[in-house]
């Protein structure tokens, strides 16, 4: 059976992804600063809050609220009444603040329509090559673990931003946060710096879609994936 959709509205990746977001799993975006993760969480927050749902927003970065208002416009206050919007100042936190999100999706009082992690690697990122760094990724994979069931038993999508590290044997950039969420993540995405203001984005493993690439351009409003068709 196929897996059903929630559109992020920016249409060249919807064509890559076959409609969407896949809504029983976790999709995972990795890419150097710069190359368009959280405008691309936002964006797909704003039109999730717009038709109505809820938005788990889990913020590790202090999201703007001025690059908010550029994307949602006058109806800003509005769509914020609709986002559960948390700031997590640790790596044990986030995995509470995640904690809390799954609990409220799973109970099913407010319609949610997204889970966003943002940066979802950022305080395990300064725990690597340190003492903490085995309880960092246990604490990682528990929180990862606890997104995977709730977007399975509630069919609400996980957005989960990850960094990159620089492999100097092969010249690319790789995700962090290691093998098990390669394996979590049932779509990842990875976001390549273009020209100017033009991002690509490489499909890099889909449970039924071929690898692929799509475009988009980040513009004052916020990301346009071109017209239809
Ligand atoms: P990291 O969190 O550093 O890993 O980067 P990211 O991938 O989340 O990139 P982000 O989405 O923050 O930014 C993408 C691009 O958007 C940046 O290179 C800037 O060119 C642009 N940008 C950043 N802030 C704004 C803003 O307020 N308005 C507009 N129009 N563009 C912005
Ligand atoms: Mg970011």
């Known amino acids: 059976m196929a897996a059903e959709r929630t559109a992020t509205g920016i249409l060249s990746v919807d064509r890559l992804l076959g409609g969407g977001l896949e809504t029983d799993s976790i999709t995972e975006i ?35 609220v001025d690059r908010l208002r550029a994307i949602a416009g006058p109806d800003l206050e509005r769509l914020l009444e609709r986002f559960l919007l948390s700031s997590p100042k640790s790596l044990e936190e986030q995995g509470r603040a995640v904690a809390t999100a799954c609990a409220l999706v799973r109970d ?29 990724r246990q604490a990682l994979s528990l929180t990862v673990a606890d997104l995977v069931a709730t977007a399975l038993q509630s069919g609400v999508p996980a957005l989960f931003t990850n960094q990159v590290w620089r492999s100097m044997r092969e010249g690319t950039l790789e995700p962090l946060g ?46 346009d994936g071109g017209g239809p068709g």
């Open 30 to 64: 990795y890419g150097e600063g710069g190359s368009g993760k959280t405008l691309f969480c936002l964006e797909v927050a704003v039109r999730i809050a717009r038709a109505g749902k809820w938005v788990v927003y889990i913020d590790t970065e202090g999201v703007s």
């Open 108 to 136: 099913g009082k407010r319609p949610v329509g997204l889970i966003v992690v943002d940066s979802g690697t950022f305080y395990y990122r300064l725990s690597l090559s340190g003492p903490d760094e085995d309880d960092a």
């Open 178 to 223: 290691g093998s098990f969420l390669n394996h979590a993540a049932k779509t990842i995405l990875r976001f390549d710096r273009l020209s100017g203001n033009r991002r690509r984005v490489v499909l890099v493993k889909h449970r039924s879609l071929p690898e692929g690439t799509a475009e988009f351009r980040i513009t004052s409003t916020g990301l």
